[in-house]
């Protein structure tokens, strides 16, 4: 007796059998199943011609949801053959039978509250409608996504070498060849693999799942803009006009910026109470799933500035007598100014430069709406590289880069750090990227006295750059807008997660990221590798992979910057910031293959400046 006849005549004697109820309600598994709340439950069914790229697809997709905290699990059709389907040929029948199975096991995944993705040619229209009706009737959302791509591609992708053989007359019975593939007639989503990039359709999935409320809105990196839309931008400013006005500094203004631009979506304005709690206490917000947002943006107000203003439902921000924003419904709370610092650097210290403003500030804290009248300028010669995360999202797609890797850095480039960064792409192209992009990517916000001003390093990284250190046609410079906080690895995710809403899919993280010394102690205030630790472990940076730091030194015999070995540390030399600048005060050399001598001349001449200027 045949496989498929017994197993018929199995399915005639199955009449003693009654569904069991489970007591556990889909609710009460989605509240379990994976970090984000709520059931999930679905299959996304992936219908195409072998090589139109539905496994491809099903495990990037797979990948993504889980980097997302979202459980799933992809059903492949050659995966399954090893195992629940082995007894099955390709036969009608037993290609009949195939799907039927396929789509009970999606059924069992998806009432678990995974989302299933299936990958399956399933070439016959009865097949999937009926694998649809089982979900419809089981309640459970079904999607057909039909994987688009010509024959001829698809031939041209023969990986397997299947299409060649059909064509030989070894494979008998081969859809596309000689057995045919019922398209979708209404598909819940098409995808041209042809046309489109893997990225780019898992995209439109992702998006598809939103529209229908499986995947919620904080998965995916949108950017959040806040400036007001050239239709209505004259009325807004009429507005303006006529609201009661809060005069703002130049830190604030930084953080209007930010929040302009994006870089902190999805926040809609300076934080209200409840995601400043959130922020401080869980480094997250939680509202719409778990989003990592690990520094409060706030705007400090006075007394005197609150009990003029608590009553408004909306004030202007001006900056140097110019409205540059309006808040909407403003939320006055108090500004606890020790326990926001004690929690944000694990340190009190009135002389720590930023805690120090910000026990200087405002006893009052006002979040609210924000809506920004223009692009912020500074004016200051550097516009031009302070580009939004639209603008280099666009700029990455136009350089058709498959992987971004950014490095965040407020300090010069030595070349210990260029070759980290040129290492960083060699393994990325061993990965198999084609086409990795650099995002060099200085803060330009606020930073403390002694550090290099802005003007002074974009002078020298385009020294850098000139030299060929790093490849100008694969490196994007541009400017980070965030005021520098030395909240150590804080601090890094919030530098962390910006890039990755900027387009970054992976993450450079130093030694002592965002660290200083302890003023009083003059020991490091953060152990140093626990900003690289931290972010490996942060909730919410689902789309970026972190790169640590490996330490480069320089290599004595061989006049270099190279990887340190302990094994050899005899030919190697820290050299440290104190006798960089040292050295570059008194107008002498570094050692040979320290840093790029243009690059180091820009160096000499901002620290002897500051002698002429002392």
């Not at 604030?252 to 930010?258: H, R, T």
């Not at 203003?309 to 403003?330: H, I, K």
């Amino acid at each position: 007796m045949s496989g498929i006849k017994k197993l018929r005549k199995d399915l005639q004697r199955s009449t003693n059998v009654v569904y069991q109820s489970h007591h556990v309600t889909r609710i009460k598994r989605g509240q379990v199943v994976g970090s984000r709340a709520g059931f999930r439950g679905c299959t996304v069914w992936l219908t195409g011609l072998s090589g139109a790229g539905k496994t491809t697809m099903g495990f990037a997709l797979e990948e993504f949801l889980v980097s997302s905290s979202i459980p799933c699990y992809t059903l492949d059709g050659d995966n399954v053959r090893h195992g629940l389907n082995r007894n099955l040929g390709f036969t009608a029948d037993d290609r009949e039978e195939n799907i039927r199975r396929v789509a009970e096991v999606a059924k069992l995944f998806a009432d678990a509250g995974l989302v299933c993705i299936t990958s399956f040619i399933s070439p016959f229209t009865k097949d999937r409608d009926e694998a649809r009706r089982v979900h419809v009737a089981a309640g459970l959302p079904f999607f057909e996504v039909f994987v688009d791509a010509p024959l001829a591609v698809c031939e041209s992708r023969d990986v397997k070498g299947l299409y060649k053989k059909a064509r030989a007359g070894e494979i008998k019975g081969f859809t596309g060849i000689d057995s045919d593939y019922e398209k979708p007639e209404n598909p819940d989503l098409v995808l041209k693999t042809g046309e489109i990039t893997v990225d780019e359709g898992i995209r439109h999935i992702v998006e598809l799942l939103k529209e229908q409320a499986i995947v919620p809105s904080g998965v995916t990196e949108d950017v959040t803009e806040l400036f007001v839309p050239e239709n209505k931008l004259d009325l807004a400013i009429s507005d303006a006009k006529t609201l009661p006005t809060l005069h703002i500094n130049e830190l604030d203004l930084q953080w209007v910026q930010v929040l302009a631009e994006g870089w902190a979506s999805p926040l809609k304005g300076f934080m209200r109470e409840r995601e400043f709690l959130q922020t401080l206490h869980f480094s997250t917000l939680l509202d719409g799933g778990v989003i990592n947002q690990s520094v409060a943006i706030v705007l400090p107000v006075s007394t005197e500035a609150k009990d003029r203003l608590e009553d408004s439902t909306a004030l202007a921000l001006q900056y140097q007598g110019r409205r540059v924003a309006v808040l909407r419904n403003p939320e006055f709370y108090q500004h606890r100014k020790e326990e926001r610092c004690a929690r944000t650097w694990g340190t009190t210290c009135p002389q720590h430069p930023y805690i120090s403003m910000v026990m200087e500030s405002g006893d009052w804290l006002v979040g609210g709406d924000l809506e920004v009248l223009e692009r912020i300028r500074w004016q200051d010669g550097l516009d031009q590289y302070r580009l939004t995360p639209t603008e280099l999202k666009q700029k990455f797609k136009e350089m058709k880069a498959d992987a971004v890797f950014a490095f965040q850095l407020r300090n010069p480039i030595h070349n210990g750090h260029a070759l980290l960064m040129q290492d960083t792409r060699r393994r990325l192209l061993a990965r198999g990227f084609r086409n990795p992009v650099l995002l060099l990517h200085p803060l330009g916000g606020w930073t403390k006295d002694d550090d290099v001003p802005l003007a002074w390093r974009m002078r020298q990284h385009a020294a850098v750059l000139e030299e060929g250190l790093l490849d100008p046609a694969s490196t994007i410079v541009a400017i980070f807008p965030s005021p520098m906080m030395y909240a150590g690895p804080t601090e890094v995710q919030w530098h962390c997660r910006a890039r990755m809403i900027g387009g970054a899919n992976f993450y450079i993280v130093g030694r002592d990221p965002a660290g200083m010394p302890h003023p009083l102690t003059n020991q490091d205030l953060y152990e140093a590798s626990h900003g690289s630790k931290v972010l490996g472990m942060a909730p919410g940076l689902v789309t970026v992979e972190i790169i640590p730091f490996r330490v480069a030194a320089y290599n004595k015999i061989k006049k270099a910057m190279e990887f340190y070995d302990k094994d050899r540390s005899e030919e190697f030399e820290f050299i440290s910031g104190t006798k960089m600048r040292r050295l570059a005060r008194s107008g002498e050399n570094p050692p040979e293959g320290f840093m790029a001598p243009m690059a180091w001349r820009v160096l000499t001449e901002y620290y002897t400046s500051l002698g002429k200027d002392q």
